[in-house]
């Protein structure tokens, strides 16, 4: 098997050699303690409960389940979106604290899977938030999920898991999709491009006609009802 | 986030505040939410919300062959997906008129009985999760790794084990593998006084789930009740029994009933009915040296297999319940209607949503996972 060596490119480095040293040092620490939300989306969820409890026992690895998702650094999908599955996975994604990554588990969160033909499944998950890592498979083996977990670390530790600044400089093809299947009044609590601004992610993604279009339909945060779906009925007297 | 045709209402003061439990939430079991209307502690009002797994597998059946609906069956019911196969299968079966023989359906209740198992020990596992109590989550799930083993070496697949095609079982076991599936049974039957001393005979367990979410049996009866959940409340009736199936007729084994109906009658009966499959399966690993020959009947071409038309009918007891299929064909190479009645849909639903009311927040998770209720089944 040929290899091709990628040659290295040296770059000069600016900034305080000390905040490398450190900058580093967070990341070595970032990696080493993770805390998963698994959002249980689909099939793949069966296959968690073996990986966390002790006989492939993820605690090895400083991966804990966590229950809220602002103390969360992974989201994992675990199978399937359906639509409405769909809206409450991107409320979850957006109310994470950065950094955060994100997990697609068996295939059909890669091109849909066994529905592939379905009316009720959204495809492709990296259409409508920033993917860092599939690992594929119907469903892969605990073996594969703490594999895939592993690969994440690394690039965690490397500093190549930084999929989720891609959300905020592609925001408006984000949107464009969200809008695509959810409609045009669809719209988050979460204010992203604010956040986009506290982070210094602008770029020429940020913006552009979807963006337009949630600003013409947008409601004040304080006005927007946080109830999903239909709501109890008070009983009318 | 809202429905297109909301409309902001005010509501009158009041003590109760309304609470989304799930989809996302540790103590639900799966991608599933409950709407809850709380006054202090206590439900007044619980409206189920399903829909997060909806795939629309009826739809989806229609537009595959005969063969390839059997890769897409397991997928309904998540943690127990062989009788979704199986059933399926035995519907084709029916409507082609096609013998099984006789190996391949003690095969079928072999792959059965170790299926009712692994879940059975999930179940424990996470009904004691919601109490609180950890180890027999970690020791349920372990065990349930000991049969998915065996899944993975004599069906090739771990969780869902695409074994059966219509007409019979995919392939002969392997050397050795009923030494095997002896010892870890034996393994499990001895790990059981332990699970007592653990789990069911603990009092934190006993006190929580005694009296909690309480039906009758003609509650059960109106409601569409079926399994271990009827069983709890004092009918002995099982499919396995009543209605025989493969050779479930030549077999020996005991219904298990509880009187009280509650969440602990409930677990309890699910712990009987492990020592009946582990009986079952010991029956079956002795009779299935004497029993040779094929493994499958003969059939056609299956990419061009046109199933004479007709309507069918076919139930079995999964680990939940009972599952139904309704399959009509019209001549095609496709199946014209899939009806799955699973038994998840009505314990999920209107059970769960009946018995919510009136207990405290923290025992819906438990009543939930007492009920054995199966999302992705709810929704299919």
């Known amino acids: 098997m040929s290899s091709i060596k990628q040659i290295p490119v040296i770059t000069e480095r600016k900034g305080n ?45 400083g991966i804990q389940p966590m229950v809220s998702p602002r103390q969360a650094d992974i989201l994992l999908i675990t199978g399937y979106v359906s639509i409405k599955t769909l809206k409450r ?55 594969a999920v703490l594999a895939g977990l592993q690969k994440l670390m690394d690039r965690i530790h490397s500093g190549e898991a930084n999929s989720w ?34 982070y210094d992610l602008i770029d020429e993604g940020t913006f552009g ?7 013409q339909h947008q409601k004040p945060l304080e006005a927007l009802d946080m109830r999903l779906g239909h709501d109890l009925k008070e009983p009318t007297e | ?29 799966g991608n599933y939410a409950l709407k809850v209307k709380l006054h202090g502690d206590v439900v007044v009002e619980a409206k189920a919300d399903g829909g997060y797994l909806h795939r629309g597998f009826e739809k989806l059946m229609e537009q595959r062959l005969w063969i390839q609906n059997i890769a897409l069956v397991p997928r309904i019911c998540v943690p127990d997906p062989s009788p979704m196969e199986v059933c399926y299968a035995m519907a084709v079966e029916e409507l082609c008129g096609l013998d099984v023989p006789q190996r391949a359906q003690w095969l079928r209740v072999m792959q059965l009985e170790l299926s009712r198992i692994a879940a059975h020990l999930f179940t424990f596992g996470g009904h004691a999760a919601t109490t609180g109590m950890y180890s027999t989550m970690y020791w349920g799930v372990a065990d349930r790794d000991l049969i998915l083993d065996l899944f993975e070496e004599f069906t090739g697949g771990r969780v869902y084990s695409i074994y059966n095609i219509p007409g019979g079982v995919r392939r002969e076991l392997p050397d050795g593998f009923l030494r095997r599936i002896s ?50 409340t004092g009918l002995a009736f099982d499919v396995r ?23 602990w009658s409930r677990t309890l009966v699910r712990r009987l009915e492990l020592v009946e499959s582990i009986r079952i399966l010991r029956q079956v ?96």
């Open chain 1, 17 to 61: 050699p000390l905040a490398r040293v450190f900058d580093e040092f967070v990341r070595f620490c970032r990696s080493r303690s993770l805390f998963i939300l698994h959002y249980c989306t689909g099939c793949g969820a069966i296959e968690l409960p073996p990986a966390m409890t002790s006989r492939f026992d993820m605690e090895r690895l």
């Open chain 2, 183 to 232: 010892e870890t049974l034996d393994y499990i039957e001895s790990r059981l006084p332990d699970y007592d001393n653990l789990f069911f005979k603990n009092q934190v367990f006993v006190k929580r789930a005694k009296g909690t979410g309480v039906m009758s049996q003609e509650q059960a009866l109106a409601w569409g009740v079926t399994g271990p959940n009827l069983r709890a």
């Open chain 2, 1 to 29: 986030m809202r429905p297109e045709n909301y409309e902001a209402q005010r509501h009158p003061p009041s003590n109760e505040f309304e609470l989304n439990f799930g989809p996302n939430h540790p103590g639900i079991e």
């Open chain 1, 89 to 143: 996975v991107i409320l979850t994604y957006e109310q994470m604290g950065s950094p955060k990554y994100v997990i697609g588990i068996c295939s059909c969160t890669v091109n849909g899977g066994m529905y592939w033909q379905s009316y009720a499944t959204a495809k492709k998950l990296d259409e409508y938030m920033p993917v860092d890592l599939y690992i594929a498979g119907c469903m892969p083996r605990p073996e």
């Open chain 1, 209 to 215: 006609k979807h963006t337009q279009l949630l600003e």
């Open chain 1, 165 to 198: 600044e891609d959300y905020f400089r592609n925001y408006d093809y984000y949107l464009g999709n969200q809008q695509k299947l959810f409609g045009e009044n669809w719209q988050t609590p979460t204010d992203i491009i604010t956040e986009a601004k506290h």
């Open chain 2, 285 to 380: 690993v002795a009779a299935l040296p004497d029993i040779r020959g094929p493994i499958r009947a003969p059939i056609p071409n299956p990419l061009a297999w046109n199933v004479p038309v007709g309507e069918v009918y076919t139930r079995v007891e999964s680990s939940k319940g009972e599952l139904c299929y309704f399959v009509v064909s019209d001549g095609g190479p496709k199946p014209y209607r899939v009806h799955v009645r699973g038994p998840s849909s009505m314990h999920a639903v209107q059970v769960l949503e009946k018995m919510s009311v009136g207990s405290r927040i923290e025992d819906i998770a438990q009543t939930m996972f007492s009920l054995d209720a199966c999302p992705p089944e709810v929704d299919r």
């Open chain 2, 241 to 263: 029994r009543d209605d025989p199936y493969l050779v479930y007729d030549q077999l020996d084994f005991e219904i298990p009933t509880e009187a009280h109906g509650d969440a």
